[in-house]
């Protein structure tokens, strides 16, 4: 049984203060983590680290840079959190192991993502739990552009026999416009009116960006918050499922 999950980065930032991990949220998500039996891939996002570096340099999904130096900067401030995130992960006993994007990713000119996943299945088959993150990703025509933690969830979900994936945010679930979790997404337009973007300072498109792609996977998807990550890792369905296209 293979789970990829992906940790936002708004459960383990703050996400309004530049590169402020939030240590307790980290620990609790890291003790759940440690908690789970089967393989498990893990991802997270940039919150105060990545999408600060990006937006301070005027890159996003659609925003390139051709500028090495900026690209690396925003690829650092990723390895810092990244850092943080392995650290917490090790503290609580999983062999955690970092996958880092710009190294190995890239897109074509529509966007499309290239993830290649040998270095990922064989860390599994070892015992790892490898580690990816959204990262500055190399793109046909544009240089460099962000690329999010929730498209390579994807990209993993497709390339790899995954079973089960989700998505831990700091909301209960995808809410509707009264402020409900929505049990179960089928079509985009059930929802259109009540995602939107991010609150905080995002660059890759918050809620309904991660709803459309989930609903192009074949698997269903699962979007909770912190209280339903053990409840999820448990094979449970906390928060909203996201119906894949089967
Ligand atoms: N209908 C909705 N239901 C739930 N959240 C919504 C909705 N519409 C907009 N949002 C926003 O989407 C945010 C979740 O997306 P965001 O990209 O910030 O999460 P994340 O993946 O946890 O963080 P990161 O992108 O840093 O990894 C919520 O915090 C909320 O501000
Ligand atoms: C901003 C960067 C570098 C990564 C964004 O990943 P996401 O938070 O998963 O959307």
């Given at each position: 049984m293979t789970t990829v999950l992906k940790l936002g980065g708004s459960v383990v930032t703050e996400k309004d203060t530049p590169e402020t991990v939030d240590d307790d949220a980290l620990a609790r998500a890291a003790s759940a983590v440690a908690a789970h039996e089967g393989d498990l891939v893990l991802v997270h996002g940039g919150g105060s680290f990545g999408h600060h570096a990006a937006a301070e340099r005027g890159v996003s999904t659609a925003e390139g840079t051709r500028s090495a130096a900026d690209a690396v900067a925003i690829h650092d401030a990723m390895g810092r959190l990244n850092g943080a995130v392995l650290d917490a992960l090790h503290a609580e006993g999983v062999e955690a192991l970092p996958v880092r994007p710009l190294s190995v990713a890239s897109r074509d000119a529509a966007g499309a993502l290239s993830l290649p996943t040998g270095s990922v299945a064989t860390?599994?088959?070892?015992?790892?739990?490898?580690?990816?993150?959204?990262?500055?990703?190399?793109?046909?025509?544009?240089?460099?552009?962000?690329?999010?933690?929730?498209?390579?969830?994807?990209?993993?979900?497709?390339?790899?026999?995954?079973?089960?994936?989700?998505?831990?945010?700091?909301?209960?679930?995808?809410?509707?416009?009264?402020?409900?979790?929505?049990?179960?997404?089928?079509?985009?337009?059930?929802?259109?009116?009540?995602?939107?973007?991010?609150?905080?300072?995002?660059?890759?498109g918050g809620m309904a960006a991660k709803v459309e792609k989930l609903l192009a996977l074949s698997a269903p998807a699962h979007v909770f918050g912190p209280d339903g990550l053990s409840a999820f890792l448990a094979g449970e369905s906390p928060g909203t499922v996201v119906a894949g296209r089967e």
């Open positions: 860390m599994l088959e070892e015992g790892f739990t490898p580690v990816l993150h959204g990262d500055g990703v190399a793109q046909a025509g544009s240089g460099v552009t962000i690329t999010s933690g929730d498209d390579l969830v994807v990209a993993l979900a497709r390339e790899l026999a995954v079973d089960r994936v989700g998505l831990c945010s700091t909301v209960p679930g995808v809410l509707d416009s009264s402020g409900e979790v929505i049990d179960r997404i089928e079509r985009f337009s059930d929802v259109a009116d009540a995602v939107g973007d991010s609150d905080a300072t995002d660059v890759t």
